[in-house]
Each structure stands twice: as structure tokens, then as C-alpha cells.
């Protein structure tokens, strides 16, 4: 088991966080005691990854009546309606943001429960269960797609999906996990995903700790590794699956699905059904975020660009549905045509 805990509840009203800006060099947990510093958290990437922050807004949630157990109901509920607004308006692409707060949501509506107590108990009850359902649903993913892993496997891996960006364990980082403690000899290559890094800097944090072996290769790396030196698949995770099977994710995945496709490499998204935004009928209405000039112009604090550069920053892209070879839920496989299919899952 890896030494580090993603995000956790203390009590009696503290959310804890590892502190991800700050990986490889320094392991440190930050405390949140409001709403707003999680919001704040969130948007500053201090934790990432659409499942974790759909728990991160979920106990951000809960500091509201933690904190304020002599008080009203009523307020406490007005205060909740403002917290789910500013916590849902964190980062724009995942899914799953939206989808943690509406099932909190669904508490608020309980008539029985009619004192701050209850209605701080039950909330962090279901907070609870968001993050125990993550960790279970991880391990599913990772059990599906072991057939489509040979015994000795070359995998192009992007951005960081592991147990950093989920409450533990990870989706297509999952599956590399769950593949190398089945026994199979798999190799990782890791995309360093610029301009966060958080394949140079987390997913190769994490690998050393698993013992998987792997190297880090620049983004654009990878057709030409796909050309010479063989690779078996790539898997990569999502923030958000249209109903036509299009999938938002870090930027460059739709590159690396393209390249992968050109050179007949099957492209496997690993995606809890939390992932899968049903009410969005295809990528075109995804909202892609842009974030800070200075994460393309600097790394770290030093500026790469000449002064007064002009930056694009999409965080993400979309990768139309053609490209990809199957979504990996803790369901089951879900192959084209999406549109079809994706509704069988969700229907059966
Ligand atoms: O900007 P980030 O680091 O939050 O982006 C994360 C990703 O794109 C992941 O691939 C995705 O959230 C899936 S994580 C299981």
C-alpha cells in the first residue's frame, strides 16, 4: 500500500488534503476548515483528478454544519445552497464535481433531518460513501480490463490518474496496478503532460512506489515510440464522457488518440460510470477549461518565454468517439457505437 492518502475527513470538521503542487519534493497535508478554501484548493490544483475533486467538493460540503453546530437549520441550509454554487463552479470540465454535490444535494431536500447535528451526520455519511464507492469502483475497472492486457505489455499512460487523483488506488493507473500485481511483465510509458507535469511529476511518484517499471517520454514522443519500439495500448482516464462516447481529458489525449490510431494501437478510456455525463449529448457541449498564462510561460518559477509572450492554455481537449477503441468501467466494457451502448449500461 502507497504511504499517501489523497484527501481525508478529520474531525471534528477538517479536510484534509496531500498538497499535489508540491510533489515529488514535498510530501505535506494541508487543513481546510471552510468551503471556500476548498473551492480555492481545487481550482489551485493542490488536489486533481475528476474523482477526487467530486470528493473534495463533497466533504467541502460538510465543514458548513461542522463548523457551525449551534446554528440554525435553515441557515445552515441557505449557507449549503451558496457552498454547492461556489464549489461547483471550482473547475469547469469533470463531471464529477457535479455529480458529488448533487447527490449531497439530495440530503438537503430530507425534512427529517431538522437539526444541524443531522444534517452534519448524514451529509458526512454520504460523503463517506462517495469516497468508499470510488475506492471499490477503481478496483472493478482495473478487474474488466485485464483481458485486454497481454502478459508482457508496453502502455502509453497521460496526465496522472492514480490514487492522487482519486480517493486511492486510480482508473487507467488502476488497471496498470491491477495488471502488474496479477503478475504481467508491464512496462509504462509515461507521458510527462505539460504544462502541469503531472506525469513527470505524479504518475512517475506514484510508479516508483508500486514498483512498476516505466520512463518518462515528452508528449511528443509517443508516435514515434508507437513506430519503433512496439507498444500494446494506451489507457488513459477522463473528466467527462459525452452519451456519444466523445471524452473530455488533459490536454494532449486527443493527439496522443489520434497517433495511437494511425499506427493501429487500441486506445482504452478508463472511466468510472460517475465519468459519464449523460445529459451532454456530445463533446461539442463540454466546457473546456483555461487556466493561468504563467503555467505555459514558467515551470516552476522559472519563465521559459520571453517577456509579454502570448499563451493558449486549454486544459483539456475532446476526443471524438472514433478513436476510441472502449471505455473501461467498473460496469463493464462498453464498445462503439456509444450512443447505443452507453444507454444499454445505464438501462441494465
Ligand atoms: O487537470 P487535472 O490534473 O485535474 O486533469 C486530470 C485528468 O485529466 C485525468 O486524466 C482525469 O481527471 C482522470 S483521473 C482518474
Excluded at 470538521?13 to 478554501?37: A, I
Excluded at 461547483?88 to 430530507?110: F, Q
Excluded at 460513501?129 to 480490463?145: K, L, P, T, Y
Excluded at 511529476?201 to 518518462?216: C, D, S
Amino acid at each position: 500500500m502507497p504511504a499517501f492518502k489523497s484527501i481525508e475527513w478529520g474531525e471534528p470538521g477538517t479536510v484534509r488534503m496531500l498538497d499535489q503542487r508540491l510533489l515529488p519534493h514535498q510530501t505535506v497535508y494541508n487543513d481546510y476548515t471552510t468551503y471556500q478554501e476548498v473551492a480555492a484548493a481545487i481550482t489551485d490544483m493542490v488536489i486533481r483528478g475528476a474523482p477526487a475533486i467530486g470528493v473534495a467538493a463533497a466533504y467541502g460540503l460538510v465543514l458548513v454544519p461542522a463548523n457551525s453546530m449551534d446554528g440554525q437549520v435553515k441557515e445552515i441550509k441557505a449557507e449549503l445552497l451558496k457552498a454547492v454554487k461556489v464549489l461547483g463552479d471550482s473547475r469547469p470540465t469533470a463531471v464529477n464535481l457535479v455529480w458529488a454535490l448533487k447527490r449531497m444535494g439530495k440530503v438537503l431536500e430530507r425534512p427529517e433531518l431538522d437539526t444541524v447535528p443531522k444534517l452534519k451526520d448524514t451529509l458526512l455519511s454520504e460523503a463517506h460513501a462517495i469516497a468508499r464507492e470510488d475506492a471499490e469502483i477503481n478496483r472493478s475497472i482495473g478487474r474488466n480490463a485485464l483481458p485486454f492486457i497481454p502478459e508482457k505489455a508496453t502502455i502509453i499512460h497521460h496526465c496522472n490518474t492514480g490514487g492522487l487523483a482519486t480517493v486511492e488506488y486510480g482508473t487507467a493507473l488502476g488497471i496498470i496496478r491491477t495488471a502488474h500485481e496479477c503478475g504481467k511483465q508491464v512496462f509504462v510509458l509515461v507521458d510527462e503532460t505539460r504544462p502541469r507535469l503531472q506525469g513527470g511529476r505524479l504518475t512517475a511518484w506514484e510508479l516508483l512506489q508500486y514498483g512498476i517499471p516505466f520512463k518518462v517520454i515528452v508528449d511528443g514522443a509517443s508516435g514515434h515510440l508507437m513506430r519503433t519500439m512496439g507498444v500494446d495500448l494506451c489507457v488513459v482516464g477522463a473528466d467527462r464522457v459525452a452519451a456519444n462516447g466523445d471524452t473530455a481529458n488533459k490536454i494532449g489525449t486527443y493527439n496522443l488518440a489520434v497517433v495511437a490510431h494511425e499506427n493501429g494501437v487500441p486506445f482504452y478510456v478508463a472511466v468510472p460510470t460517475t465519468t459519464i455525463d449523460m445529459d451532454t449529448p456530445s463533446g461539442d457541449q463540454i466546457k473546456i477549461e483555461e487556466r493561468p498564462e504563467n503555467e505555459v510561460t514558467h515551470v516552476g518559477t522559472w519563465q521559459i518565454t520571453p517577456d509579454d509572450t502570448p499563451v493558449l492554455n486549454p486544459a483539456f481537449d475532446v476526443t471524438p468517439a472514433e478513436y476510441i477503441t472502449a471505455l473501461i468501467t467498473e460496469k463493464g466494457v462498453v464498445y462503439p457505437p456509444f450512443i447505443e451502448n452507453l444507454k444499454k449500461l445505464f438501462t441494465s
